[in-house]
Antibody
Framework: QVHLVESGGGVVQPGGSLRLSCAASGFTFKYYPMHWVRQAPGKGLEWLAVMSSDGSHTNYADSVKGRFTVSRDTSTDTLFLQMNSLRIDDTAMYYC?????????WGQGTLVTVSS | AIQMTQSPSSLSASVGDRATITCRASQAIGNDLAWYQQKPGRAPTLLIYGASTSQSGVTPRFSGSGSGTDFTLTISGLQPEDFATYYCLQHYSYPYTFGPGTKLEIK
């Protein structure tokens, strides 16, 4: 059964950095594109980034382009999100998600709080 | 980027009612539209993909229709567990974009 577990969230000051991880299991990780989606407290869902199955292609939302970088390690079946130059409005629950016909499985999320 | 709108933003209904939520894309997206349900404190779950195909294990009370720019999610015979927030997602082109959500509340 598909299982995605995010980690690495926490409290960080504006301008700081954080690296999120997403451990995947229950499926052949190397075959699937993987995404990051976030949700600010009390707000809707915001798509952030995708990495192709082979890691050769990425795409980002304008709101994080140039600040966030997605990567993956197929030896450990882990997806990463490196977040730099964090801003207060980056405060959110961050989810990793798998794509099959659509985004079909989500992790439980990891909370990032940007605050001074 | 493709903009997604949803209506209504909130909907009050009773158990047993039929609820209809619409989603509109700012440009044609074929049938690359998915619907998600989210309950408080939980990750979203996939209900419908390809505009009208039910995800495995999803109750047939949920159905989707539409193509191009206009899409509909219909929930027939509302049950207590259906009261949640619903989002559409276009996965036709990057950046993917979600609708702003529809909160379905018990009347």
């Amino acid at each position: 059964q598909v299982h995605l577990v995010e980690s690495g969230g926490g409290v960080v000051q504006p301008g700081g950095s954080l690296r999120l991880s997403c451990a995947a299991s229950g499926f052949t990780f190397k075959y699937y594109p993987m995404h990051w989606v976030r949700q600010a407290p009390g707000k809707g869902l915001e798509w952030l980034a995708v990495m192709s199955s082979d890691g050769s292609h990425t795409n980002y939302a304008d709101s994080v382009k140039g600040r966030f970088t997605v990567s993956r390690d197929t030896s450990t079946d882990t997806l990463f999100l490196q977040m730099n130059s964090l801003r207060i409005d980056d405060t959110a629950m961050y989810y990793c998600a798998r794509v099959s016909s659509a985004i079909d499985y989500w992790g439980q999320g990891t909370l990032v709080t940007v605050s001074s | 980027a493709i903009q997604m709108t949803q209506s209504p933003s909130s909907l009050s209904a009773s158990v047993g009612d039929r609820a209809t939520i619409t989603c509109r894309a700012s440009q044609a997206i074929g049938n690359d539209l998915a619907w998600y349900q989210q309950k408080p404190g939980r990750a979203p779950t996939l209900l419908i993909y390809g505009a009208s195909t039910s995800q495995s294990g999803v109750t047939p009370r949920f159905s989707g229709s539409g193509s191009g720019t206009d899409f509909t999610l219909t929930i027939s015979g509302l049950q207590p567990e259906d009261f949640a927030t619903y989002y559409c997602l276009q996965h036709y082109s990057y950046p993917y974009t979600f609708g702003p959500g529809t909160k379905l509340e018990i009347k």
